[in-house]
């Protein structure tokens, strides 16, 4: 690798991307507006029943009450308490009902008026079944409110694992099969350049270019929501640099021999697809069949997700964390050593 | 001082029994380059002339390493690119036939960049002074013209210093005073530098006027080799007389001009005629009469210097290029 080479190329990478205002914002600005949207209207506007969710060693005249009162307008699950917890930060209930029907406990997040919604028509049944209560002055309302429970905590690692996806996958993926289809990489092989020098300047300069939104996600999320970093900055920002570059070791990877941007699309979705379903970026995938496990904890956006929310969230020890990291920077080093080798400029 | 003027030993390239077919599956194999023989020696500037489809490029692209031959000998600077791609890479500077480069570089960027790649290099400045861009510095390579491009791309090839230059087409599309121009450039960088030049071009007069040497090369097969100057003088005739005229091929093949003397050659082809002469003043008044006594009515009659463009005529039985202007 010479200096000399490295720097040329980089910096040609760099005013490349930088001149092109579009892309500027849909690799800083998509994300801001994918927080924003997806933090604050959260369950919001929906005709569907509210999601309920019926702590499981509450009577059994409670849930008796929900289902035979509400009209069809709530749907309950019984649930332990720590599922229903759990549930509850990630959106798939509304509302966590326990006590008594004279003396109903809700937890809900006050973030979510679909949660305030929930509470009243549950409220509403009690009182239809009931008559008697006076629901007002009888239930407790407890709000989620504290930060790293709610849905926006759990979901800005997943937003920025799916920016740094994107970026790996369409910054350099895309871009480089660009470069060999319009032959510019043909220009670029007939230098002395070395395959390794280019690929290495690539991942230099789409790297520094990655880094900002993942930081400007979770500074979003820090001043606009609260969401807190319980765990060590050096450990989060060490992982955010490595998934920026363990996504862009796959990026080139599949970029490393498509000829046309057809192709690469098509190796891009077969990246891209079964992490946005299964890498846990908008819901947990610890529920997930056990069939489908091996593939869920082999993906390197499960690898990231977990160590970020392990380390924001403080719910895991140091070793799982650097057990992810260990599995991110294994898939990135593979996928660099197999773009080194797969890599052509025709 | 230049490093071309000390590079290694032996010819700039030696080309021997060069094959070149194309495979691509449910297709019939393509022979792009059918058995070339060929020899640049260096300080040349050696000119690849033939149609659309001849194999120039595939010829001029396996020496730059791009593509692999199928079979033959290929040296590049006395070396082989199995063995010493890098340094071969690190002494040639290459313009490719048609090469996109950063759309949002501006010149002096893109210059500074292959200069990056080298070492030792050109600075920016020398670069675009060279080539004549320096109103263009500034400017993006996707607001370019063609023609700026063409001359941005020489410049980018020039960029190492290298010992051989590979101008695939570089002229095709410039205007004539560019043209000349890139001339200028190719030569002084023969004569100063001591560098070795092969191009390609359609450009009969292009490759008459800066080329030492020529190929003509077609069907991937070479036709005939040696200084512009050897090919025409081969042709035994100095003059060509075309004439036009209503169904004037089939006149001619019926007999019209038999019994004159001092056509060496003719091509007779619908309307046209061609023919070759070793003087025009001594065959024409014959020609006109023939004409005359038949009752053919000429649209057109003109002479001119032989050319390399009637070699090829004369070698092929058609036209360089069909209609072609220039
Ligand atoms: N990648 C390819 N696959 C299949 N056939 C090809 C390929 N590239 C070139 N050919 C064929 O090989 C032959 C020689 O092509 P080449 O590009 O070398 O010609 P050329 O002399 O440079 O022509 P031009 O003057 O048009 O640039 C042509 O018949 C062309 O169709
Ligand atoms: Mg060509």
Known sequence: ?346 | MSRAAHGGRGPAIRLAGLRKVYTTRGRPPVVAVDGLDLTVERGEIFGLLGPNGAGKTTTVEICEGLLDATEGVVEVLGMDWGGDAEQIRARIGVSLQDTRLFEKQTVAELCALFAGLYEPSRSVEELIALVQLEEKADTRYAHLSGGQRQRLAVATALAGRPELLFLDEPTTGLDPQSRRSLWDVIRAYRDEDGGTVVLTTHYMEEAAQLCDRVMVVDHGRSIALGSPAELIAGLGAAHVVEARAPGLAARVDGGVLEGIEGILERHANGDRLHLSVTAPHVVLPGILRAFERAGVELEALTTRHTSLEDVFVHLTGRQLRDGGES
């Open chain 1, 1 to 346: 690798m010479r200096p000399r080479v490295l720097r040329a190329v980089t910096r040609t990478v760099l005013l490349e991307h930088l001149r092109t205002p579009e892309a500027v914002f849909w690799t800083y600005g998509f994300p801001l507006v994918m927080a924003l949207v997806l933090g604050f209207a959260f369950g919001e506007g929906k005709a569907e029943p509210s999601r309920v969710a019926v702590v499981d060693d509450a009577p059994a005249a409670l849930i008796a009450a929900i289902d035979e009162h509400s009209e069809d307008r709530v749907t309950a699950q019984t649930m332990t308490a720590m599922e229903a917890r759990r549930a509850l930060t990630l959106g798939l209930v509304d509302l966590v009902v326990s006590g008594e029907p004279a003396r109903p406990v809700f937890d809900l997040d006050p973030m979510r008026t679909g949660s305030e919604l929930a509470r009243l028509q549950v409220e509403r049944a009690l009182l239809r079944a009931g008559g008697a209560v006076d629901p007002g002055a009888g239930s407790l309302i407890r709000p989620v409110d504290e930060p790293g429970d709610r849905y926006i905590d759990f979901l800005i690692a997943g937003l920025i694992g799916m920016n740094l996806l994107g970026a790996g996958m369409y910054g350099i993926g895309y871009n480089v099969v660009m470069m060999r289809s319009n032959k510019l990489l043909r220009r670029l092989a007939v230098t002395p350049m070395r395959r390794g020098e280019f690929l290495a300047a690539f991942l230099m300069s789409r790297t520094l270019l990655a880094l900002p939104p993942p930081l400007a996600i979770l500074a979003f999320g820090i001043f606009a929501f609260g969401v807190p970093v319980h765990g060590s900055w050096l450990a989060l920002l060490g992982l955010i640099l490595l998934g920026t570059l363990t996504f862009a070791g796959l990026g080139l990877l599949v970029a490393s021999r498509a000829r046309t941007s057809e192709s690469v699309s098509g190796w891009i979705n077969l990246v891209t697809m079964p992490m946005w379903l299964l890498g846990g970026i908008f819901f947990s995938n610890e529920r997930f069949p056990d069939l489908v496990q091996p593939l869920v904890r082999a993906m390197p956006m499960t690898q990231f997700t977990d160590g970020m929310r392990g380390i924001m969230l403080g719910s895991f020890d140091p070793g799982q964390i650097a057990t992810s990291a260990v599995g991110l920077a294994v898939v990135g080093l593979l996928s660099f050593a197999a773009a080194l080798r797969l890599f052509r400029w025709n």
